[in-house]
């Protein structure tokens, strides 16, 4: 029993200890935080944009990138959050604003790889069909990061503009592979029909020339 207890108080300490790290980490570690979750999102679009141009991609591959990119933005709005909490320097600021225009420069430099790993990773379950595609997702947590920011920085005015209007586009456009398949299928039958029909008429000519021949034969050997 005393064992219990025990455990339950050190578990209850390192508890206390874990919130109060997160509620009032120092404003420094907060900001290199930020920037180094941004510095990593960076990375990890310029490797999957290498994998796209290799053909490297797959379903499998495409899922976990959609997944690592998502909890990424997560993890750089949680920090910027919780940056809001802490009294930060001017130099701080600053770092702060520049981290989101890189991290504005890269999704609009990468937005091509997003729709392309929106459209090759598994569909989304039956139960979260009606979850944003990852362009959506990226530009709504794009907009609320900067919220923050400006809630942090009252005179703060953006230096990139998100618009990814024209890749949401692209991605919601693009047409299912199963009714590609369907369309040239159709496609093929179609002219099969055309070559049989081409065929069946020729063989009818065909035989009509014959009929003609054996019809003049006939006539010149009675005269």
Known sequence: MKKIIIAALVAAILG????????????????????????????ELVSIQADIDAGRLNEAGATAARAAIENRLASINSAVVQSSNSNLTAAQKAILTDGLARMKR???????????????????????????????????????IEETITGIIPDFEPVVDLDLSDAEESATSTPDADNSTSTDTETLDETDNTDENTTTAQSEDSGMIDVETEIDVDTETQI
């Open 106 to 144: 890269a999704l609009i430099a990468h937005q091509t790889a997003l729709v392309t790993i929106e459209n090759t990773a598994t569909k989304r379950s039956s139960g979260s069909r009606n979850r944003p595609t990852l362009i959506t997702q990226v530009e709504d947590i794009a907009a609320e």
């Open 16 to 43: 206390g200890g874990a919130y109060y790290y997160t509620a009032f980490a120092p404003s420094d570690t907060i900001i290199t935080e930020v920037n180094s979750e941004i510095t990593a999102l960076e990375t």
